[in-house]
């Protein structure tokens, strides 16, 4: 895989912090973080966009319901 670089801004303080541990591969460390995250909203996206086609589904199926109701007792008045 092609690597891009890319440039961070992090607190003063936080860099400092990074600078105590130069044995840890920092950008591994963001690399992990930064799949972590977009796998949690893909799933997160997912679950809405599930949600959303359930409820659709549901809808259509009341709206059915409800016009095969009006189209039934419009029939029976027009009988009556």
């Known amino acids: 895989m092609a690597s891009t670089k890319v440039t961070f801004e992090v607190p ?3 860099r400092e912090l990074m600078g105590r541990y130069p ?6 460390v963001f690399r992990d973080a930064i799949v972590r995250q977009s796998r949690a909203i893909e799933a997160a ?12 589904r549901e809808l259509s199926r009341q709206l059915k319901r409800g016009t095969a ?11 009556g």
């Open 45 to 56: 996206r997912g679950i809405l966009v599930e949600e959303e086609d359930r409820r659709i």
């Open 23 to 28: 044995e840890v591969n920092w950008s591994a």
């Open 12 to 14: 003063e303080e936080l």
């Open 69 to 79: 109701e009006r189209f039934r007792r419009a029939q029976h008045a027009r009988r």
